[in-house]
Structure formats: structure tokens, C-alpha cells
């Protein structure tokens, strides 16, 4: 296995106590994210809505998170990186707080769209700068970072199981609450981002962009749409196996009970298993972490369709998916570092994608029966491993062309 690209270290982005701060957001966005789902009952009892009514919530959510990636991106680079974060975190507060004090369910609607604003903003921020913030170090901080929401994934319904989700305003408030204190760490942050290089060691200015009527550039363009399709089908999976294992493990005989466990080690799995992969990121290319996740994570899915291994199988998908999202970035960066917004492209596609992966999938199950889930999936996941395998081809020889 080639040892990962090694290039010049930057100007350090961020000291350990705005690494730290970074950490405790990615709690924060991931325990908002999943506040909505658990909160569902008390918002149907309140406001007097329909199941899908009642799902719009995290909708909102979701589409202000698309839109504040977008519109962030085309701040950065022009305001300074402690702006741009510091907006963030104060829109997800005041989105999070108008969620709880909403008066009717329009108020609501827009306070979630607000909170995603907020979300998406921190999202793509703190993602962008762990990608080229470390160095050769930054696929193992990206990791570090993107388990935190994996924790706050957790701790958020779990805090809803505890004090009841007729509580849900004053959790909302509280997370609301929670990203003041953030504010006061960003003077650790830099404002000023270093350029990254490419995979030949050239800065992104000797780059012809994706743009570019040239050879280099439709290669450029080529690059960038299999690296969306990989975060759009990845991010599917994982939603995929979040939404359908309980359903799929209660049709091949277990208990209701015994599903939710199972899936909630699902989701356990993924925040372990970007925490084992950090060491493993600095002696291994992203390529390689990133081939090997998938066809572990396609094998899983084989393995799924047997009744008796079927919930360690599920598990096994968690801990293989885990490293995808955080170790693409680096190697996205490094392969396109001209196209300024791939970044983002890539970030609002793999919100896309968990948003489409329900219906898509249902509509797929229609078809074919609850007990070709795991397949359905592993079709997708395999179809991951073939993107990896290409980017890996075109990146090399890309490489080996400068």
C-alpha cells in the first residue's frame, strides 16, 4: 500500500483550543440534526399535524443546510474564516431558539430553514479548513472531527429519551444556548486560509479550473462529477441502512426492540470507526482507506442478506462507511484544488443524497420486497467501489501526466 501524499505543511489554521471549540460545534450540529426526528410526537400533539407534516421539520432543515453551504462558499475566501463560522453558529442558535418558542408551525418551518442555514455554514466551514488546516495530518483530523458528530447524533436522541419529548423546546434552547460559548474560541481560528496544492505539489494557481475548454480541464470536470457521485451514493447507503435496517431485520424474524438496538449500534459503529481510522489516515493514502471502506462495506451488505448474521453484518457497514465522507476531502483537494467550490459541491450533494436516498429506495423496495434490502444496498455500495477505483486511475495518471 503507497503511503499517503506527503506535502509541505501549512500555516497552521487552528490552536488546540479552537480545534477543540470545532469539535464541540460538530457535537452541537449533529445533536440538532437529530432532535427532529424523536421531537415528532410532541410537534404532531402541538401543533395538531399529519405524520409528513410533522417530518417537514427536518426538511427545512435540511434544505437551509443545502443553501448555507452554497451561500457560504461564496463568502469564503472574501470574509474572513472567523465571520463566516461566527454567523454560522449564530444563526443555528437563533434557528434552534425560534424552533422552540415557535408560536404556530410556519414560524417553526422557518426557524428550522434558519437553523440549517446556520448547519450547512458549519458544516462546510469547519470541514473546508480541517481539509487543508494539517497537512499531511488532516485526513486523520477531518476523521476526529466528523466522529463528534457522530456523538452528538447520539446524545441528542438519547437526552429526548431522558427527559421526554414533550421537553423538545427547552433541548432546542439549550443546544441554542451552547453555541454562544464557541463564539469566544474563534480567535483561534485563522483568518486567512493557506492555498492548497495539488497532487503534483503545484499551488492551485498553475491549475487550469474545471472550467477550462482544455484537455486538463474536462479531465478536471470528470474528476469532480465521480466524486459527487461517490458522496451522493455513499451518503444513500448510510442513510439507507439507518432507515431501513429495523424494518428489514423485524421482516426476517427479530424483535422490535432487538431492530432498534441493532441499528443504534449501526450508528455507533460510524462514530467508532472514524476515531480507529485517524492513525490508520497517517500511514495510508486516501485511496486506499477509501477502496478499502467500500469493499468492506459492500461485502457487509452481501453478508446482511443472512438472517442470523444480519445485525453484525449492519454493524460491520457502520464501521466500513465511517471514513468516507472525511477522508474524501483531503484527496478532493489535493486532486482539484482549482475548483474552489468542489468542496462544496460535494458537501450540499451528500445532503442531497440523504434526502433523495428515502424515496429512491422505498420506491426500489416497492418493487422487490423488504428482504432485498441488503442487496439494493449493496448494489449501490458497489457502484461506490467503482467510483473509488476510477478517481484512484485518474488521479494517478493525472499525476503522472504534470
Same mark, same amino acid.
Given at each position: 500500500?503507497?503511503?499517503?501524499?506527503?506535502?509541505?505543511?501549512?500555516?497552521?489554521?487552528?490552536?488546540?483550543?479552537?480545534?477543540?471549540?470545532?469539535?464541540?460545534?460538530?457535537?452541537?450540529?449533529?445533536?440538532?440534526?437529530?432532535?427532529?426526528?424523536?421531537?415528532?410526537?410532541?410537534?404532531?400533539?402541538?401543533?395538531?399535524?399529519?405524520?409528513?407534516?410533522?417530518?417537514?421539520?427536518?426538511?427545512?432543515?435540511?434544505?437551509?443546510?443545502?443553501?448555507?453551504?452554497?451561500?457560504?462558499?461564496?463568502?469564503?475566501?472574501?470574509?474572513?474564516?472567523?465571520?463566516?463560522?461566527?454567523?454560522?453558529?449564530?444563526?443555528?442558535?437563533?434557528?434552534?431558539? /425560534?424552533?422552540?418558542?415557535?408560536?404556530?408551525?410556519?414560524?417553526?418551518? +422557518?426557524?428550522?430553514?434558519?437553523?440549517?442555514?446556520?448547519?450547512?455554514?458549519?458544516?462546510?466551514?469547519?470541514?473546508?479548513?480541517?481539509?487543508?488546516?494539517?497537512?499531511?495530518?488532516?485526513?486523520?483530523?477531518?476523521?476526529?472531527?466528523?466522529?463528534?458528530?457522530?456523538?452528538?447524533?447520539?446524545?441528542?436522541?438519547?437526552?429526548?429519551?431522558?427527559?421526554?419529548?414533550?421537553?423538545?423546546?427547552?433541548?432546542?434552547?439549550?443546544?441554542?444556548?451552547?453555541?454562544?460559548?464557541? $463564539?469566544?474560541?474563534?480567535?483561534?481560528?485563522?483568518?486567512?486560509?493557506?492555498?492548497?496544492?495539488?497532487?503534483?505539489?503545484?499551488?492551485?494557481?498553475?491549475?487550469?479550473?474545471?472550467?477550462?475548454?482544455?484537455?486538463?480541464?474536462?479531465?478536471?470536470?470528470?474528476?469532480?462529477? +465521480?466524486? +459527487?457521485?461517490?458522496?451522493?451514493?455513499?451518503?444513500?447507503?448510510?442513510?439507507?441502512?439507518? /432507515?431501513?435496517?429495523?424494518?428489514?431485520?423485524?421482516?426476517?424474524?427479530?424483535?422490535?426492540?432487538?431492530?432498534?438496538?441493532?441499528?443504534?449500534?449501526?450508528?455507533?459503529?460510524?462514530?467508532?470507526?472514524?476515531?480507529?481510522?485517524?492513525?490508520?489516515?497517517? =500511514?495510508?493514502?486516501?485511496?486506499?482507506?477509501?477502496?478499502?471502506?467500500?469493499?468492506?462495506?459492500?461485502?457487509?451488505? $452481501?453478508?446482511?442478506?443472512?438472517?442470523?448474521?444480519?445485525?453484525?453484518?449492519?454493524?460491520?457497514?457502520?464501521?466500513?462507511?465511517?471514513?468516507?465522507?472525511?477522508?474524501?476531502?483531503?484527496?478532493?483537494?489535493?486532486?482539484?484544488?482549482?475548483?474552489?467550490?468542489?468542496?462544496?459541491?460535494?458537501?450540499?450533494?451528500?445532503?442531497?443524497?440523504?434526502?433523495?436516498?428515502?424515496?429512491?429506495?422505498?420506491?426500489?423496495?416497492?418493487?422487490?420486497?423488504? =428482504?432485498?434490502?441488503? $442487496?439494493?444496498?449493496?448494489?449501490?455500495?458497489?457502484?461506490?467501489?467503482?467510483?473509488?477505483?476510477?478517481?484512484?486511475?485518474?488521479?494517478?495518471?493525472?499525476?503522472?501526466?504534470?
Amino acid at each position: 500500500m503507497a503511503p499517503p501524499e506527503r506535502v509541505a505543511p501549512p500555516t497552521p489554521v487552528f490552536t488546540a483550543a479552537a480545534v477543540v471549540a470545532s469539535c464541540a460545534g460538530f457535537v452541537l450540529i449533529g445533536a440538532l440534526q437529530a432532535l427532529y426526528g424523536p421531537s415528532i410526537p410532541s410537534l404532531r400533539d402541538e401543533f395538531g399535524l399529519s405524520p409528513s407534516e410533522a417530518g417537514l421539520g427536518l426538511s427545512a432543515h435540511f434544505v437551509g443546510g443545502v443553501a448555507g453551504v452554497l451561500l457560504f462558499d461564496r463568502r469564503y475566501g472574501r470574509t474572513s474564516n472567523r465571520r463566516i463560522l461566527g454567523a454560522s453558529y449564530l444563526l443555528m442558535a437563533a434557528g434552534a431558539a /425560534g424552533f422552540a418558542l415557535a408560536p404556530d408551525w410556519s414560524v417553526a418551518l +422557518v426557524a428550522a430553514f434558519v437553523a440549517g442555514l446556520g448547519f450547512g455554514g458549519i458544516d462546510y466551514g469547519l470541514n473546508q479548513l480541517f481539509s487543508i488546516g494539517f497537512g499531511h495530518r488532516s485526513t486523520a483530523m477531518l476523521n476526529i472531527l466528523n466522529a463528534h458528530f457522530g456523538i452528538g447524533a447520539i446524545l441528542g436522541p438519547t437526552l429526548i429519551g431522558v427527559v421526554g419529548s414533550e421537553h423538545y423546546p427547552a433541548l432546542f434552547l439549550a443546544f441554542a444556548l451552547a453555541n454562544l460559548p464557541l $463564539l469566544l474560541c474563534l480567535r483561534g481560528v485563522r483568518n486567512h486560509t493557506p492555498h492548497p496544492t495539488d497532487d503534483t505539489g503545484a499551488h492551485a494557481d498553475t491549475r487550469p479550473g474545471p472550467g477550462a475548454r482544455t484537455p486538463a480541464g474536462a479531465a478536471l470536470r470528470s474528476v469532480l462529477a +465521480v466524486f +459527487v457521485t461517490l458522496y451522493v451514493l455513499h451518503v444513500g447507503v448510510e442513510a439507507g441502512v439507518g /432507515g431501513w435496517e429495523p424494518t428489514h431485520l423485524e421482516t426476517v424474524g427479530y424483535g422490535a426492540g432487538a431492530a432498534a438496538t441493532a441499528t443504534s449500534v449501526y450508528w455507533l459503529m460510524m462514530t467508532v470507526g472514524r476515531f480507529l481510522v485517524a492513525p490508520i489516515a497517517l =500511514r495510508f493514502s486516501a485511496q486506499t482507506v477509501i477502496t478499502v471502506s467500500c469493499a468492506g462495506m459492500t461485502a457487509c451488505l $452481501l453478508l446482511a442478506r443472512v438472517p442470523d448474521l444480519a445485525p453484525y453484518a449492519y454493524a460491520g457497514v457502520g464501521l466500513f462507511i465511517a471514513p468516507i465522507f472525511p477522508t474524501g476531502l483531503p484527496w478532493l483537494n489535493r486532486a482539484a484544488p482549482r475548483a474552489r467550490r468542489a468542496g462544496a459541491v460535494v458537501i450540499a450533494a451528500s445532503m442531497l443524497g440523504g434526502v433523495a436516498a428515502g424515496p429512491a429506495l422505498g420506491k426500489a423496495i416497492e418493487w422487490s420486497g423488504v =428482504r432485498a434490502v441488503p $442487496l439494493i444496498l449493496a448494489a449501490v455500495s458497489a457502484t461506490c467501489l467503482a467510483a473509488t477505483l476510477w478517481l484512484t486511475r485518474a488521479t494517478r495518471a493525472r499525476r503522472e501526466s504534470a
